[in-house]
């Protein structure tokens, strides 16, 4: 059973500093796509960047090229966002998300599995 499981998520002051973590579990993702999106109520979920597995090649959002970046762990597993420059606007719940397929790499009906979510608050 594959499971994708974040962790990292809190309350910041604006320009502060977060890492989200996503711990891959069940199956490799080799030559797959992991994403992180984020979503606040009443809106579609949001894509923010996205990693190949195999290369590290990453794309991001507008918004967040420069402040975010997005990283793997191989040997651990793991997916990781590190979050900085914080604003008001970052508040979301963000989902790690992976592909079986790279296309479409910012859409998130192309994604299929997803974790639960993690809260980030950025206040002013």
């Known amino acids: 059973q594959v499971q994708l499981v974040e962790s990292g998520g809190g309350r910041v002051q604006v320009g502060d500093s977060l890492r989200l973590s996503c711990a891959v579990s069940g199956r490799s993702f080799n030559n797959h796509v992991m994403g992180w999106f984020r979503q606040v109520p009443g809106k579609e979920r949001e894509f923010v960047a996205a990693i190949r597995w195999d290369t590290a090649l990453a794309n991001y959002e507008d918004s967040v090229m420069g402040r975010f970046t997005i990283s793997r762990d191989n040997a651990k597993n793991n997916v990781y966002l590190q979050m900085s420059s914080l604003m008001p606007e970052d508040t979301a719940v963000y989902y790690c998300?992976?592909?079986?397929?790279?296309?479409?790499?910012?859409?998130?009906?192309?994604?299929?599995?997803w974790g639960q979510g993690t809260q980030v608050i950025v206040s002013s």
């Open positions: 998300a992976a592909q079986t397929a790279p296309v479409r790499i910012m859409s998130a009906k192309f994604y299929d599995y």
